[in-house]
């Protein structure tokens, strides 16, 4: 099921060919004013995009420098999200509003600081407001299991991502924490992985199931020696180009299998994530355990999950609670007999069966 990637070539800086003194020609210091204070490559990328759109968005209207970028300018590229639509016609989510509105002030606050502006337009921005969801979907231990025997083992890439399946269902680490795995993070004889720079550029070191090293070391055994290049990259998971996978590549192939198990729900790598955080729960685990497992900052973050974990307090409901419907009689209404039809022919005693 793998697909050849080859390594992305480093892009042209995104101020190589810009105008000194606009928008666009400040993003190179801000990236790398970013670099200096610990920000992640993969945190720059993402704002990058966005802060491009809010550049196009400004130049369209003749805004090409800071100076010209005013309270008014931001709040009409505000209302511009609010009424922007997706490729598929619906209305952008409150928290991808809040995703660029963030990336426009992180770097206008950037611009104030270095005395490149002396006044911040998105000091006072009025940001909106995004509730706390809860996980869409979340799988039971029999669904997870149709998840987990849905690639073909006979197979050497079906033994991989059965191994990936595994680690992601077992640990609950992020798509980008799996795919920056190197061989020297896991440790099978003592059952841990070590987060190398999750998120939040923190380390941290989660338990690992005996089965998940189980099919791991199948892996490591009987796969990756086929797959790795030399110079061996140390990447834990391989493609068959042997070269590291690709977050979407990653998502893209954790779905496939998702949809291929029937279950009939969907989800990628958070999906596991969410499952192992519930079951835990459910389980007895204690918050603060799930809490390090998923390497959460906030105790808060973690909490959501005990209003996802209901099945048992759903079953002492049904159990204990004194309304609960002893008969559909109580309401369903008898059907009251039609005297007026025709007498209904009298009934044969049943016929006990021949023990012959």
Known sequence: MSVARKRSTPKASPSLYAN??????????????????GFSEHTFARGLNHLRKFIRFCEERGVNTPEEVSRPVV???????FHVQTKAGAPLSIRAQLSYLLA???FFRYLAKERILLYNPTADMDLPKVGRRLPRNVL????????????EVEEPFGIRDRAILEVLYSTGIRRQETVNLKLYDVDLENRTVFIREGKGKKDRVVPIGERACLWLSKYLRE????????????????????EFLAPNYLTELVQRY???SGIGKKGSCHLFR??????????????????????HSQLSTTEIYTHVSIRKLKEVHEKTHPAKMKAAAWIDPPVEENTDSAPAA???????PSPF
């Not at 796969?223 to 042997?242: I, K, M």
């Not at 519930?278 to 390090?292: C, S």
């Not at 009298?346 to 006990?352: I, L, S, T, V, W």
């Open 20 to 37: 000194p003194g606009t928008l666009l020609f400040y993003l190179e210091p801000y990236h790398e004013w970013q670099l200096v204070r």
């Open 75 to 81: 709040e009409r590229y505000q209302r511009h999200l």
């Open 104 to 106: 426009v002030r992180g």
């Open 140 to 151: 039971t231990v029999q669904e997870a299991e149709a998840v987990l025997s849905a690639p």
């Open 223 to 242: 796969v990756r020696p086929r797959l790795v290049v030399e110079p061996d990259p140390q990447v834990l998971f391989l493609t068959h180009a042997g």
């Open 258 to 260: 998702v949809e291929a």
């Open 274 to 295: 969410h499952t192992m955080a519930t079951l835990m729960l459910e389980g007895g685990a204690d918050v603060r355990y799930v809490q390090a497992m998923l390497g």
């Open 346 to 352: 009298e009934k044969r005693p049943e016929e006990k």
